[in-house]
C-alpha cells in the first residue's frame, strides 16, 4: 500500500499561494449544502414535538421514545458514514449527495404513514441510511471550496443547518400539528385519515425531494492538496490521527459530549416544557422555533467571524478558543433552567444559550478542516461523526430518560435529569477543549 506522500506526522501539509481564495462557485455551493443541512434535520428533528401524541396513541415508554428519538436514527446512520468517507475521497461528491437526499426524503415521507412503534423504528433507520453520506460529503466539499482563513465562517454557516433546522421542524411542526387538529386535511385522499402527529412527520420528507435536484447542479470544488496521493486506506488515516492525538482524539471525545448535550435537548425540551409549565405543543413549536430561527444563524456568523479574524491575526487555535468560551456561557444559562418559571423568561434563555453553544459545531469542523490533509477529509470525517453520533447523540435522549428513572422522582423528573446531563457534559467539554486549544499551539498544526 502507498505511503502517505506529503503529509508529516504532525500536521496537514501547507497550502499554497493560489489557494488562498474560495473556489469559484463556492459560496453557492454553501448556501446549497446548508440548506440541505436544515432540511435533513427538520427531518430528524420532527418527532420531538410529537413525543406525547405518538407515546400515547402507540402506547410506548419514555425508553422506547428515546431509541425513536437517539440509536434508530443514529446506528446505521453513523455506521454507514465509514465507507461514504471513502466514497467522497475518491468520486464526485455532489452526485453522491444527491442521491442521498433522494433516499432519505422518500423514507421519512414513509415515516409520516407508520401506524406501529416498528414501521417507526424501521423509518427511522432508514432515515440514517440516508443521511450518511451528508456529513463526509459537505466537510469534504467546503474544506475543498474553502482557504484555512475562511473556513470558520464556512463552517459557520454550514452548521447553520442543525440549530435552524431544529427550529424549523419545531415551527413547522407547530403549525402543522395545529392545522391537522383543526381538521385541515380531513378531506384529503390517502392522507386524510391519518392522525394530527402524522403529518408532522409526513410534510418534510416531501420538503426534501426539489434539494437533491440543486446538489446535482452545483460546482464540484477542485480537491486541494493536488500533489498528495488519493489512494490512502482507514488505517493509513487512523495511523494519520493517533500521530496527532492530543488533537483528535480530545478533540473527538469533547464533539461526543457536545452530542449528548445537544441530543438530549433536541429530543426532551419540547416534551419538559409541555410537561412543566403545561403550555400547548404547538405554542411551544413555534416559540422554541422562532428563537431558534433567530439565535442560530447570529451566533454561528458572529462567532465564526470573530474566530476567522482572531485566525487571520495568528491565533491558529482561534475555533476552539473561542468555542471554550462561549459553551461555557452556555452551560451556565442551562443550569439556571429549573429557576424558570414562565415561556417568557425561558425563551430568553434559551436564545441565549442557542446563541453561544452555536459555536461549538464550528469548532470541530473548522479545526478538522485545518488540522487534516485533503486525501483523508471524508474518512476522519466520517469517523469524527460516528463517535459522534453514535456515542453522543444517539445516546443522548436514552441518557437522560435513564437518569431520570434512576434518580430523579416526581413529574420534573425529565426537566432535572436534561439539565443535569446537559451540564455536566458541556462542562467536561470545555476542560478538553481547552486541551485541545494547548495541543494545536504547540503543534502550529494548522494550514497556513
Not at 474560495?22 to 440548506?35: E, F, H, K
Not at 453513523?78 to 433516499?103: C, E, F, H, K, N
Not at 462567532?303 to 468555542?323: E, H
Not at 468560551?325 to 429557576?339: E, G, M, N, S
Amino acid at each position: 500500500m502507498n505511503d502517505i506522500t506529503g503529509v508529516q506526522a504532525t500536521s496537514a501539509p501547507t497550502e499554497v499561494v493560489s489557494d488562498s481564495k474560495v473556489s469559484r462557485g463556492g459560496w453557492w455551493m454553501l448556501a446549497v449544502l446548508t440548506a440541505t443541512y436544515v432540511v435533513s434535520f427538520i427531518d430528524r428533528g420532527a418527532l420531538s414535538l410529537v413525543v406525547g401524541p405518538i407515546k400515547h396513541d402507540l402506547g410506548i415508554s419514555d425508553i422506547q421514545v428515546s431509541w425513536l428519538l437517539g440509536l434508530s436514527f443514529m446506528l446505521l446512520y453513523s455506521l454507514l458514514g465509514i465507507p461514504m468517507g471513502a466514497l467522497v475521497d475518491r468520486y464526485q461528491r455532489r452526485r453522491i449527495l444527491g442521491g442521498a437526499i433522494l433516499t432519505w426524503s422518500a423514507v421519512q415521507t414513509l415515516c409520516g404513514f407508520s401506524t406501529t412503534y416498528v414501521q417507526l423504528f424501521l423509518t427511522r433507520v432508514g432515515l440514517g441510511v440516508g443521511e450518511s453520506a451528508l456529513s463526509p460529503g459537505a466537510a469534504s466539499m467546503i474544506r475543498d471550496a474553502f482557504p484555512p482563513q475562511r473556513r470558520s465562517i464556512a463552517f459557520g454557516i454550514y452548521n447553520i443547518g442543525p440549530l435552524l433546522g431544529t427550529g424549523l421542524a419545531l415551527g413547522l411542526g407547530g403549525l402543522l400539528l395545529k392545522a391537522a387538529s383543526a381538521g385541515a386535511f380531513a378531506g384529503l385522499p390517502l392522507i386524510g385519515a391519518l392522525k394530527p402527529w402524522h403529518f408532522v412527520l409526513l410534510v418534510p420528507g416531501l420538503i426534501g425531494f426539489p434539494f437533491a435536484i440543486l446538489l446535482w447542479l452545483v460546482r464540484e470544488p477542485a480537491r486541494r492538496d493536488v500533489k498528495i496521493s488519493n489512494d490512502v486506506t482507514y488505517k493509513q488515516a487512523l495511523n494519520f490521527a493517533w500521530a496527532n492525538k492530543a488533537v483528535y482524539v480530545q478533540l473527538w471525545i469533547a464533539i461526543c459530549l457536545y452530542g449528548i448535550a445537544i441530543g438530549s435537548q433536541m429530543a426532551w425540551l419540547p416534551e419538559i416544557i409541555a410537561r412543566t409549565l403545561h403550555v400547548g405543543r404547538p405554542e411551544i413549536g413555534k416559540a422554541l422555533g422562532g428563537a431558534a430561527l433567530l439565535a442560530s444563524p447570529l451566533g454561528l456568523l458572529i462567532l465564526g467571524s470573530i474566530a476567522d479574524w482572531l485566525r487571520k491575526r495568528g491565533m491558529i487555535d482561534a475555533p476552539v478558543r473561542v468555542a471554550a468560551v462561549t459553551t461555557a456561557i452556555a452551560a451556565i444559562v442551562t443550569a439556571c433552567f429549573p429557576l424558570i418559571h414562565t415561556m417568557g423568561i425561558g425563551l430568553i434563555a434559551y436564545f441565549v444559550q442557542t446563541f453561544m453553544f452555536s459555536m461549538f459545531a464550528v469548532a470541530g469542523g473548522a479545526t478538522m478542516a485545518n488540522f487534516t490533509p485533503g486525501n483523508m477529509m471524508g474518512k476522519l470525517t466520517a469517523i469524527y461523526y460516528l463517535i459522534t453520533n453514535l456515542v453522543g447523540l444517539a445516546l443522548g435522549p436514552t441518557v437522560v430518560a435513564l437518569v431520570a428513572t434512576l434518580f430523579f422522582p416526581g413529574p420534573n423528573a425529565l426537566g432535572a435529569s436534561f439539565v443535569v446531563c446537559y451540564v455536566v457534559s458541556v462542562a467536561l467539554a470545555v476542560v478538553l477543549l481547552t486541551r485541545v486549544s494547548g495541543a494545536l499551539r504547540r503543534a502550529g498544526a494548522t494550514n497556513q
